[in-house]
């Protein structure tokens, strides 16, 4: 056998060590990849265990939470420096590879050397992929084994070179792509894990502890009357009103959940949120928050109210209050208080609506692009 | 034909000219794990959550019901009575005529003709052809829906992949992502994709849908020269976007780089895509909005939607 190291913590004999129980051996060494430290070699099963050590661990802060990314982000560190050890143990470099090496490394992931796909990129292809990417290609992968990383939206297909059925890769991006399927199947096993240990208590407290990357600085603001010179080119086109095809998203799914969390709970609304949680008074919904909306569907071509008048029911029913005609504070929370839609699902349901400006880069969400341009106006 | 069918023609065409061998295999040998609804008054598909286990049991209802549209899900189920138990989905693709958002004909938002419903057919056949080539997908089947195209994809790849994966499909199918610039010029892979829409597009485009993209109007004009587009369309075919870059200066080509993409985002329903509980028209049902046939089409190139999906009560109508 060419490696005995475990680099793959979900691969059938590592699952066999995952009996619901861990020993202390298991601890110990979730310990030490926490900590980075170079030790003996830790025998299989605890090392398999100590894996899951982690996961369970970050499992109890909840699969999104910092713990969780952290525990994930150890495991891809300590994966690929065993990887790349083992490369390199073979020493390993551009010019020697054997193509056929990595894929007899990695368990379970379906890489071929490209002679062996039968692809031949044009020429001209390889020069541009080796000049932006400073590595030739050299394998060949079954787009369908990427899905999980693309679930995740690790990877984009977009980005990658595809060409009859196979993604054809770089070494580098060989390993990030076994790294991504191993990263969400971490997720999926955070998902599903219920060990009750109390020791797993002091590891999710250290996974506290590691430094993972953020997208953007935590802000703090309260909050605050709107300023429309900070909104987002989509709502900034739902405000113009919108033609048929896209009106009812646009005004109702849209312009309302967006309006309402940047008027009302700009920051950190948290799940299942009620306005009742963060006014004591209506007229902050009555006074500010329809009027913007009322106006845009009044633009709308129809004007969306005029065949449709049942659309302000369900406003008030996507700003948490029921289908009401009549908004009461008690109210609030018979109907969920829907959340400012992804950028990603604005483009798919009305793409009309979306034309980035240079501050939507690296915004996932209209309502970060909002908060974000306030605060730096503020600071 | 593009009127309403009324409830007599309806149960007409059911009774006469419907038959079971319309209805395409795939969806045949998979009735009992979809779910099927009905449109009984032109209200929208409200009858929903019926299972129906036999292609008898098809036919029998139809006839008798002679519904105003019918759907079958593109989801497999164990349950499909309820819903429950979901086993996969198709992948599918619809280009509806009446929402594409640059014409050759003069049909606003919402209308549909020939030239449209042919724009729609070219387009959803290059679609497919991204399948094939590049995610080597072989079980593309078609549907002429009515008033636009499906293209439903039964590989055993796509059928468990979740709405995250299939709107990555989607965005590189229909080019609704901005390659890298350094890589805008690869002969095959996403680049070309995005090229070939590129492509489509230029025919397509005029002073109206450039306004308000950011391109300064002088430069939009020198772009629009046939000469130059014709040089333009020469050099994306061999990959290349020298004179595009040029007429247009770095921040023009940007815009019109964002301009592609949006219009490339409006051509495919996306929530059709991404949906993995749908319904869809059901092949050799009847769309009785604008009085044609839903047909299951084995010839994509050669197929005429006004020879081979008007039904007979429309012909006769006069």
Not at chain 2, 74 to 86: A, I, M, N, Q, T
């Amino acid at each position: 056998m060419l490696n005995t190291t475990l680099l793959n913590p979900f691969s059938r004999r590592a699952l066999r060590c995952f009996k619901g129980k861990f020993s202390d051996g298991a601890f110990a060494e979730a310990r030490r990849k926490l900590s980075g430290r170079q030790g003996s070699e830790p025998g299989f099963e605890e090392d398999a265990q100590s894996f899951f050590v982690l996961l369970c661990a970050g499992a109890l802060r909840g699969v999104s939470s910092p713990a969780a990314r952290a525990a994930k982000e150890v495991i891809k560190k300590v994966l690929a420096s065993r990887i790349w050890g083992l490369l390199e143990q073979r020493g390993v470099d551009e010019r020697n590879l054997d193509p056929e090496l990595l894929p007899m490394l990695l368990e379970d992931f379906t890489l071929l050397p490209i002679s062996r796909a039968g692809i031949e990129p044009p020429p001209e292809d390889l020069r541009l992929l080796r000049a932006k990417q400073g590595e030739p290609l050299l394998y060949a992968l079954p787009w369908k084994e990427l899905l999980p990383a693309l679930r995740s939206r690790r990877v984009s297909l977009a980005r990658l070179y595809i060409s009859r059925g196979y993604v054809l890769l770089t070494l580098k991006q060989a390993i990030a792509c076994y790294l991504e399927s191993i990263a969400e199947r971490c997720d999926e096993f955070m998902r599903l894990a219920s060990v009750e240990d109390p020791r797993l208590e002091d590891i999710a407290v250290l996974l506290e502890e590691v430094p993972v990357s953020r997208t953007s600085r935590p802000v703090k603001l309260g909050a605050k009357r709107l300023k429309e010179e900070c909104f987002p080119p989509c709502i900034r086109a739902t405000l113009a009103g919108v033609g048929s095809g896209s009106r009812n998203y646009a005004i109702t799914v849209l312009l309302t959940s967006f309006i309402s969390y940047a008027r009302i709970a700009p920051f950190n609304a948290g799940e299942n949120a009620r306005i009742a949680d963060f006014v004591r008074d209506l007229r902050v919904v009555t006074e500010e928050v329809l009027p913007v909306i009322y106006a845009a569907a009044e633009r709308c071509s129809p004007p969306l109210f005029e065949d449709q008048p049942l659309e302000k029911l369900n406003i008030n029913y996507h700003l948490g209050f029921g289908l009401t005609e009549e908004l009461r504070l008690e109210d609030s929370g018979r109907s969920p208080w829907y959340f400012v839609p992804n950028c990603e699902k604005i483009r798919r349901e009305a793409p009309s609506l979306c034309s980035p400006d240079r501050h939507c880069r690296d915004v996932r969400n209209p309502l970060v692009y909002y908060t974000r341009r306030r605060y730096r106006r503020e600071e | 034909m593009f009127s309403e069918a009324t409830p007599a023609e309806r149960r007409r065409y059911y009774r006469e000219e419907w038959g079971l061998s319309q209805v395409p295999d795939f969806i045949l040998d998979t009735l009992s794990e979809r779910e099927f609804g009905f449109d009984h008054t032109g209200d929208g598909p409200n009858d929903r959550y019926n299972l129906i286990t036999t292609p008898a049991q098809l036919e029998g209802v139809l006839i008798s019901a002679a519904p105003y549209a019918a759907y079958s899900s593109v989801s497999f189920y164990s349950r499909p009575e309820r819903r429950k138990g979901w086993r996969g989905a198709e992948l599918v693709f619809d280009v509806d005529a009446k929402d594409l958002p640059l014409r050759r004909c003069s049909c606003v938002p919402g209308e549909v003709c020939e030239v449209c419903l042919d724009d729609a057919r070219g387009y959803i056949m290059e679609v497919a052809e991204v399948l094939r080539e590049d995610f080597a997908l072989k079980e593309l089947h078609f549907v002429y829906s009515g008033r636009g195209y499906h293209l439903r994809v039964l590989d055993e790849a796509v059928l468990e992949m979740q709405s995250q994966e299939r709107a990555q499909v989607l965005d590189y199918v229909a080019g609704g992502v901005i390659p890298e610039a350094e890589l805008l010029e690869l002969r095959r892979g996403y680049p070309r994709v995005f090229r070939q829409r590129i492509l489509r597009l230029l025919s397509l485009l005029n002073r109206e849908v450039m306004r308000g993209s950011g391109i300064a109007p002088k430069r939009a004009a020198a772009l629009l020269r046939p000469k130059t587009l014709r040089r333009v369309a020469n050099e994306l075919e061999e990959g290349s976007f020298a004179t595009l870059r040029e007429v247009l200066g770095v921040g023009g080509f940007a815009c019109f780089l964002e301009l592609v993409r949006r219009l490339n985002a409006e051509m495919l329903d996306a929530k059709v895509t991404v949906d993995v509980k749908r319904i869809l028209r059901l092949p050799s049902s009847l769309h009785s909005k604008v009085s044609m046939k839903c047909v299951y089409v084995k010839d994509i190139e050669r197929f005429d939607p006004f020879k081979h999906a008007v039904p007979r009560f429309v012909r006769e109508r006069d």
